[in-house]
């Protein structure tokens, strides 16, 4: 048993094993290298979607205008104060700085439930793009309330997507990650064109008739019948939480570690008011120019013709692949004798299943929040165990100094938090906070009494 | 060259972005302005792979 462990530890590092180190002065990376790639990260295919739904969930003009300035506010503080500090002076990646504090076991959970959720969001991706692909061929589009698929022609094309995907995402993402740098300019640019060019057709001739329209006619303050009726609480609090995996929940210390200064965590202004900013309130205006259709390629056709199009397959396939390829790289971890491309295959069939769900899709803003809550704590216990315990006298990364393989603070605050959110009487969106706060404390009470119980030196070294 | 690239990569984003406002305006049709996207498209891409973020991956 011993034995099988240490493979397992040993097969999980070797994954990561070329960035064990921490990042060397001189790979350090300028502020406007995080500019560029904070903005490219967040002008993505989830964009054509989460800024319809936004209508659909019946916010009104206003709501959203503050609600996304605020939200996004919180979001690039969140990065500056919370990763950033711990980014630039561990600089390690995630993965490192979790495997001393969690220890190897966990962390490989932890590898599993992040890839599980990349698969559903590639998912989600592929079935963006299929949606512009299906354009003509006059496939039926889902709509916002369907859940199983609803025609053979969407199964057919997204089956085909998945495998384009898939078969790409077995090649490598390097290439396709440097294209997707190369769309990024291009896409933003083409969301705003596509929104602009629809304002006539909603009675809007000239920008001072913006505000009249948005109100009238966009974000009207009634939500279509079914859906939730969103506040100025929920854009805030979305948009806040739209990235929680990365800046509260520390998954973007493996970017930051590149950082030469912790307030580079402002950069991610860029990618936060051009993505979750303009994108939204772009792709928005799409959907009520379209009265109300959702489906990201009807809308692009809408606004951008053939450019529109292009793009929602470009932006879909760009945020597919390098995310199946990954859950790929950790599914393989449990798999050692598979190969790679085998453990890709098998994450892009089942990805491809579930991307025929449009469920998926138009249930994304749940999914997002979901996703951000299911990795959140394990941020939390990074900052306890960084800041907190060091200052009241206990050992940071306990896990490693003993040489365990498995954290329990660390584990029963991350399961534990999320079980708690789940108790409370509270809309999905507004969960992550109290977990936050319960994983803080939960972590900080266990790692007191583990390393009281175990005897040792515990003063910081 | 490059700056013959640079040239065509910029005219391609001016091509996608610009015609919006002037439907918006109503100086030119929605279709006119979906060919010159499309036309901006095609100088984009096949112009700034040449240049675009090459620096920066050589840094990296």
Redesign the interface.
Known sequence: MSGNSNRLAERLDAMYEFDREPVAENKLQGFTNFLGLYAGEHVAGTEFILGPLFVVHGVAAADLFIGLIIGNILAVLSWVFICAPIAVRCRLTLYWQLRKICGPYLTYIYSIVNALMFCFLAGAMIAVAATAVGLPFNMPMPGLSDVYPGSISWIVIVAVVGGIVTLLAILGFEKISRFSKICAPWMFLVFVAAAVSVLPSLGCHSLGDFWRVANEKIWTGTAVEGQLQFTIWHVMFFAWFANLAMHIGMADLTILRYAKKWQYGFASATGMFLGHFVAWIASGILCAAASGTVAPGPIAYLGAGVAGAVCVVIAGWTTANPTLYRAGLAFQIATPNWKRWKVTLATGIATTIAACFPALVMKLMDFVALYGLLLMPMGAVILVDFWVLPKLGMRSNFTEWRKGLFSLPAFISWTGSIGISFMLPLEIYFKALPAWFAAVIIYLLLSYVEQLRSGKEVART | MKKILLIASLT??CL??I???L????KIS??F???L??L??LL??IS??FW??KE??R??
Do not use: I, R, Y
């Open positions: 391609g984003l996608t972005v015609p919006s406002f439907v918006l305006g109503g929605w279709a302005h979906s060919n996207m499309m901006g498209m984009w891409f700034a792979p675009f973020g920066k991956d840094s990296e």
